[in-house]
C-alpha cells in the first residue's frame, strides 16, 4: 500500500461557528484521515460539552477527544458547585487553559460555541498554540483556507437562524469542493435558549460547485443518457 | 531487531478484522508474523481476549501488542478485584483508549480493534488509532490488508449508513453464519493481494452462549 495506514487519525477538515440573533449554529464535515486514507467518512467532529455548549474538533482525533472529555468532566463539576448551566466563556477558557499549558504536546484547534443565559450566543475561537478569541464567526481545520475571502462577502450580523444555518452548509460544501482532506457529510449543531438540534446534510443534497459533476449512482447511467461513447464529455 | 539510527518500531504486518451483529460479535485476524519479505511464524495469535465478552485484536508491532496485552490484563485484574466483576466491553473500550494515549509521546505501534457484546448483549466493536482516539463502530478493518477489506465491507454489511441523523445502530443485520462467510472470504481476497497477509485465519465468534474459535487455512505464498 503506497498509503500510510499507521498513521494516528487527524482530521483534516472544516470546521466552521457562526452567531446568529438568538444563538449560534455549528458546523464540520465528516471526514477522518490518515495521510491519504479516509479513516472515517462519517466522522461526527461536533462533540458536546454540556447541555448548552458543543465543541468542534480539528487537528489530531486523539489529542481534542481527550481534551474534549478532560473539559466535559470539569465542567460537570463545575456545574454541581454552581448550581446552574455553565457558561459558554468558562467552557472555552477551560479549553484554551489546557491546549496552552500544553502547547508543546498537543496538536488541535477547536471551535468552542453555545448558548447561556448571560449573553447569549457566542463563538470562541482556540487554535493551535492556545489563543483564545472570541468572534462572531470562526473558521478553523485545512478547508478554512478556502472559505477566508467567502466569508469576508456573505457574513453579515444579525441573521436569523435559517440564514445562519444555510450560510453553515454553503460554506463547508465549498471546502469539501476544494480540500481534498475534507469531504462525506455536512453536519449541524444549532444551539439556542430553545435547545438544541442536529441536522446533517448529504452529499448528494449540497449544490454542485464549479466543475463538480452530478452525483450518479453509476457511470452507466450518464453513457444511456447520452448517446456519445465519452461518458465525461459534455 | 535491527535498529536503524533511533527507530525503535517494526511493522509485523497482518489484518485483523471485526463486524457487530444484533446478538453476537466477530473478530477475526490472520496468523503470519513478518519482517520486511521474510515469515518469522506462519501461526502466530494477533487476538486476546481481555473479559468474558470482550476480545481485542490488533496488528502493528507485535512486541508493543504483547506489552499492551500484559498491561491491560492486569488493570482488569486489578478490576474484577475491587469490583467483584467482569469489565464490560464499552469499559474495557474506555481502559485501551486511555491506556494507548498515557503513552502519546512512545505511543504503542499496534494498530486495534475490540469486538463483544455490551451490557445489552448488543455486538460492539470499537476501533483505535495508535494514540487512543476511538469511536465505536458496526466494523472495522485495521493493518496491511484493511485497505483491501474495507471497502469490501462498505458495499456488503448492509449496515445502515453511519451518515443518518438520528444515528442508527452501525450493527449489521446479516446473521452470525453470513458474518463469518464474508469474514472468510474477506481474508481469502486479501491474501491474494497482500503479501503480509496469508498462512491462517483465526476467527472467533462472540454470542450469548460464550467465544467459539475457528481457524481457516489461507494460501501460505
Known amino acids: 500500500m503506497d498509503i500510510d495506514l499507521s498513521a494516528p487519525h487527524s482530521m483534516g477538515t472544516t470546521i466552521i461557528g457562526v452567531t446568529y440573533n438568538g444563538g449560534v449554529v455549528l458546523g464540520a464535515d465528516s471526514r477522518t484521515s490518515t495521510g491519504m486514507y479516509v479513516a472515517n467518512r462519517a466522522s461526527d467532529k461536533i462533540t458536546q460539552l454540556t447541555d448548552n455548549v458543543y465543541i468542534c474538533r480539528s487537528g489530531s482525533a486523539a489529542d481534542s477527544q481527550v481534551i474534549s472529555d478532560y473539559v466535559r468532566y470539569f465542567l460537570h463539576q463545575h456545574t454541581i458547585q454552581l448550581g446552574q448551566p455553565a457558561t459558554v466563556k468558562v467552557a472555552a477558557n477551560l479549553v484554551r487553559l489546557l491546549s496552552y499549558q500544553n502547547k508543546n504536546m498537543l496538536q488541535m484547534g477547536v471551535i468552542v460555541g453555545g448558548w447561556d443565559k448571560y449573553e447569549g450566543g457566542q463563538i470562541y475561537s482556540v487554535p493551535l498554540g492556545g489563543t483564545i478569541l472570541k468572534q462572531p464567526f470562526a473558521i478553523g481545520g485545512s478547508g478554512s483556507a478556502y472559505l477566508y475571502g467567502f466569508f469576508d462577502q456573505a457574513w453579515k450580523e444579525g441573521m436569523s437562524k435559517d440564514e445562519a444555518e444555510k450560510l453553515v452548509v454553503k460554506a463547508v460544501s465549498l471546502a469539501i469542493a476544494r480540500d481534498g482532506a475534507s469531504g462525506g457529510v455536512v453536519r449541524t449543531v444549532t444551539i439556542n435558549a430553545d435547545g438544541v438540534t442536529k441536522n446533517f446534510y448529504t452529499g448528494d443534497s449540497l449544490p454542485l460547485w464549479h466543475e463538480e459533476l452530478e452525483p450518479h449512482n453509476s457511470l452507466l447511467d450518464i453513457l444511456s443518457a447520452s448517446s456519445s461513447p465519452e461518458p465525461m464529455s459534455t | ?221
Request: aromatic share 10%; hydrophobic share 40%.
Open chain 2, 1 to 221: 531487531m535491527a535498529i536503524r539510527g533511533n527507530w525503535m518500531y517494526e511493522n509485523n504486518g497482518g489484518t485483523c478484522v471485526a463486524i457487530a451483529g444484533a446478538d453476537y460479535c466477530v473478530i477475526a485476524a490472520d496468523t503470519r508474523l513478518s519482517v520486511g519479505y521474510s515469515i518469522y511464524t506462519r501461526d502466530y495469535s494477533k487476538i486476546c481476549k481481555l473479559a468474558d465478552k470482550c476480545v481485542m485484536a490488533s496488528s502493528g508491532f507485535q512486541g508493543d501488542l504483547k506489552a499492551l496485552q500484559k498491561n491491560l490484563a492486569a488493570k482488569h485484574l486489578i478490576y474484577q478485584h475491587q469490583h467483584n466483576k467482569q469489565m464490560s466491553c464499552p469499559a474495557m473500550a474506555q481502559l485501551l483508549s486511555n491506556t494507548l494515549y498515557y503513552k502519546r509521546f512512545f505511543p504503542y505501534y499496534t494498530f486495534n480493534i475490540l469486538g463483544g457484546l455490551d451490557s445489552d448483549g448488543k455486538g460492539c466493536v470499537f476501533t483505535y488509532d495508535a494514540v487512543g482516539s476511538y469511536e465505536r463502530v458496526g466494523y472495522s478493518a485495521h493493518g496491511t490488508g484493511a485497505g483491501l477489506i474495507i471497502p469490501v465491507l462498505d458495499n456488503q454489511l448492509k449496515s445502515p449508513s453511519p451518515l443518518l441523523l438520528p444515528a442508527k445502530d452501525a450493527v449489521t443485520p446479516l446473521s452470525e453464519m453470513e458474518a463469518v462467510d464474508l469474514v472468510k472470504d474477506v481474508f481469502a481476497s486479501a491474501t491474494e493481494r497482500d503479501i503480509y497477509t496469508g498462512d491462517k485465519v483465526e476467527i472467533l465468534v462472540i454470542n450469548a452462549s460464550g467465544i467459539r474459535q475457528e481457524l481457516m487455512e489461507l494460501r501460505k505464498d
